[in-house]
């Protein structure tokens, strides 16, 4: 079980672990941010061009990850693969297979 450290959210605000949903990489919540406003990376279509809305994961080295990679808000990412839990995605002209917890955490538009 997880231990009952708080993570501090991508919008600033504190992560206890115990609100229900979808939208933060580490509890499964969205921080007040309604759900059917997103559109993760895992609901997108194959070859198709989206920009980054935002990284939503209270998990700083989740986001540390993406960011090390080239996902931030406003650049450019593209799913070409997704098999299983397992998605290829382009970014800056590179390729990059991420696991489904990780591309949940990419918001796009």
């Not at 609901?43 to 080295?61: A, D, F, M, V």
Request: contains cysteine.
């Amino acid at each position: 079980m997880e231990s009952v450290e708080r993570f501090r959210g991508f919008f600033g605000k504190k992560c206890d672990g115990k609100k229900q949903g979808m939208g933060c990489g580490k509890h499964g919540h969205h921080h007040g941010k309604r759900q059917a406003a997103q559109r993760s990376l895992i609901r997108g279509e194959l070859n198709q061009p989206y920009t980054i809305k935002s990284i939503e994961t209270c998990n700083e080295e989740m986001k540390d990850f993406l960011f090390t990679l080239g996902c931030y808000p406003g650049e450019s990412v593209t799913m070409v693969s997704a098999i299983s839990d397992h998605f290829v995605i382009v970014v800056k002209d590179a390729r990059y297979s991420i696991d489904k917890s990780l591309a949940k955490c990419i918001i796009i538009r």
